[in-house]
């Protein structure tokens, strides 16, 4: 079975169609089930809101296509060198996969989107992600151009310290793209789901205290796709649904629509950056 995942991932590194079909994919199905099962009932045209998020999500596709050239040269140069942590330590080939998965989630993800948080000149561009008043399943690649190469040069460093392969990359990459679009997602999760699966995986209601408009929560709740990092690392914060408002104290969250204002939000000396 190992084989078969290797095998169709390492293809999907020359089909830029299939992995465009991921990412809209999850982006259809869960704004379908947002509509059935919706948790706020927003006053907004979802088409409407979806513009501003979309077009974030075309600038990070294209500046992680940009900077996938790197990637490549990085992780092959790894295993014809037999560099990174993966490859000093004998394990299993599934071990190993899943050794991989867990620490390219740890850096790429967890790591990097914590250290947004505590430098003040990333956290100006990691604003724009937050500024969501309306918060659903295409906030999750609503991410600022700058902060789109910070986050895509993290990655790199991940798979030059694991020395992971290509295959193993792109396996982690499309988990990642389908569960930020449902950690993300307006949908209404039963609890038993958060008693259970919720310990291993990010839901959805984990992640919106993440995205609640005041400390401490803002600063809570990092995990991508393993929850188990915020409850290790003692960053997870579980504030219940009732009490959480999308958006940002620090920023106008009537002009979280506004492409020009997000896109200047960084660099607006008028916008706190320790909020």
């Known amino acids: 079975m190992l084989e078969a995942i290797q095998h169709y991932f390492t293809n999907l590194q020359h089909n830029p169609v299939q992995r465009a079909l991921i990412l809209a994919g999850g982006i259809t199905f869960f704004w379908l089930v947002e509509i059935a099962v919706p948790l706020f009932n927003y006053k907004y045209s979802k088409f409407k809101h979806a513009g501003l998020n979309l077009f974030f999500t075309f600038t990070t596709i294209v500046i992680n296509f940009i900077f996938a050239l790197f990637m490549v040269k990085v992780s092959d140069w790894t295993v014809q060198q037999n560099f990174g942590l993966l490859h000093i330590i004998s394990l299993s080939p599934w071990v190993e996969a899943i050794l991989g998965l867990l620490l390219l989630d740890f850096i790429g993800a967890y790591l990097v989107?914590?250290?947004?948080?505590?430098?003040?000149?990333?956290?100006?561009?990691?604003?724009?992600?937050?500024?969501?008043?309306?918060?659903?399943?295409?906030?999750?690649?609503?991410?600022?151009?700058?902060?789109?190469?910070?986050?895509?040069?993290?990655?790199?460093?991940?798979?030059?310290?694991?020395?992971?392969?290509?295959?193993?990359?792109?396996?982690?990459?499309?988990?990642?793209?389908?569960?930020?679009?449902?950690?993300?997602?307006?949908?209404?999760?039963?609890?038993?789901?958060?008693?259970?699966?919720?310990?291993?995986?990010?839901?959805?209601?984990?992640?919106?205290?993440?995205?609640?408009?005041?400390?401490?929560?803002?600063?809570?709740?990092?995990?991508?796709?393993?929850?188990?990092?915020?409850?290790?690392?003692?960053?997870?914060?579980?504030?219940p649904m009732d009490q959480i408002k999308y958006g940002l104290d620090v920023l106008d969250n009537s002009k979280d629509g506004s492409v020009l204002y997000q896109l200047s939000a960084p660099f607006d000396k008028n916008i706190k950056s320790d909020y």
């Open 113 to 239: 989107h914590m250290i947004e948080h505590k430098v003040k000149f990333l956290w100006k561009f990691h604003m724009v992600h937050h500024a969501d008043t309306m918060v659903d399943t295409t906030t999750g690649n609503r991410h600022h151009p700058g902060e789109s190469v910070v986050r895509a040069v993290f990655a790199i460093i991940a798979v030059l310290i694991l020395g992971t392969p290509m295959w193993m990359v792109l396996l982690y990459q499309s988990l990642s793209v389908v569960l930020t679009q449902f950690n993300h997602a307006n949908i209404r999760i039963p609890k038993w789901f958060d008693k259970t699966f919720g310990y291993i995986i990010v839901s959805p209601n984990m992640h919106r205290v993440h995205h609640h408009v005041t400390r401490p929560q803002t600063d809570s709740n990092y995990g991508n796709i393993f929850s188990f990092w915020d409850r290790l690392l003692g960053t997870y914060n579980d504030t």
